[in-house]
C-alpha cells in the first residue's frame, strides 16, 4: 500500500501540536484544576475523619442514614458569613427529619479564633477543622463557600460553588432528604 | 489526493476542536498582577521612593491592608533587600469602602483595579553604585461577588539603581562632636 509522505506529515504535525496543546494545559492548570475538574456528583461522598472543635475525631460515615449539608468554609471568607445562619436556620428547621448540616473550616485561622467566629453566627452544628487533603477528595475546594448535598445512603446529589440563594439550598436540603433510606444514625 | 484534503480537514477539525475546549483561567488564576516600575534611582546613604503598581482583576476585589474586620486577610507586601539596602516604610493606599451583594448593610475596605505601594529604599553610604533587584511577595486575598479564593502570595520584583551621588564636604569625626556620646 502506497503512503502518500504529505499524509504522514500532516499527521505528524498534528500529533506534535496536539501533545504541545495538552502539556501546555496540563502545566497552565496546575494539580488544583485537574482535582477541580473531577465531579464527585452521583458519587459516593468520600469519607473523611477530622477533628471538631469540641476536639472529637468525626467521621462522615457516622451521620450515614441522614442527609448531609457538607459546607467548606474560611474566617475570612465574607460569602461564607452570609449562609452560616441561614444553615443555623436549616437545621433548626429539618434537624428532626434527618437533616445534618457539618461545616468545614478551611482556614489557616487558630482553633479558637474559628470557634469565636462561628459562636458569633450562632452555629448550631459540628464543625471540623479542614485538611487540604479533604478538599480534593472533594473535587479540589478551590474557593468558597463550596457545599455539597449528600442524600442518606451517603452519595453526593448536587454541589454548589459560592454563595447561592437560601432556596437553592433548601431546595437541595429537601432532595437530600427524600433521597435514600433513612436509618438510625449513630449520632 | 482527495481523500487527503479529507483526512487534513479533519484533522484541522480536531485540532480546532480541542483549542476550543481548553478551560478557562480556573479558581488558580492569578486575580492580581504587578507592572514592574522603571529602574528608580537612589543616591547612597538618602532614602527614595518606588512606586510599586498593581491591578486587581475584573470582576474581583482583594482586602485592602486595613480591612473592616479581624478575620478578614490584609494585603501585605513582604520584601527582600540585598544587603546594606533598607527597605524602609511601606504605604499602602487607603482601601475603598464597598457593599456587596454577600455582604448587605456591611461595607468592606477593599482594593479593585489599579493600586499602589510606596516603598521607601534607603541604600546604605557602603553600597557599591550598580543596579540591585529587590524581590518580594504580595500576599492577598481576592473574592468576587459570590465565592472567596484561598490566600495567594503574588511573586514580584523591581530594580533600583544606586546612584554615587554629589560628593559631600568631609565629614566631622564623630569622635570630635560636642554632641557624640561615643
Redesign the interface.
Known sequence: MKR?P??IV??AV?VA??LF?GIH?ARR??P??AA??LDIKGHAAPEFALQSLDNKTVHLSDFRGKAVLLNFW?????????EMPWFVELQQQYGPQGLQVIGIA?D??SKE?IAK?AKDLGVNYPILLGKESVGEAYGGV????TTFFIDRDGKVLERE????SRSIFEDNIKKALGRGQPVQAQK | MGV?RK??AS??S??AA??AA??MP???AARVTFAPPAIVTVTRGKPGTVTLNFRVGPGYHINSNKPS?E???PTTLKLDAPTDIVIGKVSYPKGEDMS?????G?K?NVYTGDFAVRVVVRPLHNVVPTKYAIHGNLKY?A??N??????KQLPMSFEVKVAKGAETAPRHNPAQSPHAHR
Do not use: H, R
Request: hydrophobic share 50%; with cysteine; glycine share 6%.
Open positions: 502518500n504529505l499524509i500532516v499527521v498534528v501540536l496536539m496543546i494545559t492548570s496546575g488544583g484544576s477541580a475538574s474560611a474566617t475570612w471568607c465574607s460569602p461564607c458569613k452570609i478551611m489557616d485561622a479564633d467566629f478551590q474557593f468558597l463557600p460553588f459560592g454563595l447561592k | 487527503t483526512l487534513v484533522l484541522l480536531l485540532v480541542v483549542t481548553q478551560p480556573g479558581p488558580g474586620s478575620f478578614l486577610i456587596f451583594p454577600f455582604a448587605s456591611e468592606l486575598q473574592c468576587d459570590a465565592a472567596c479564593y484561598p490566600p
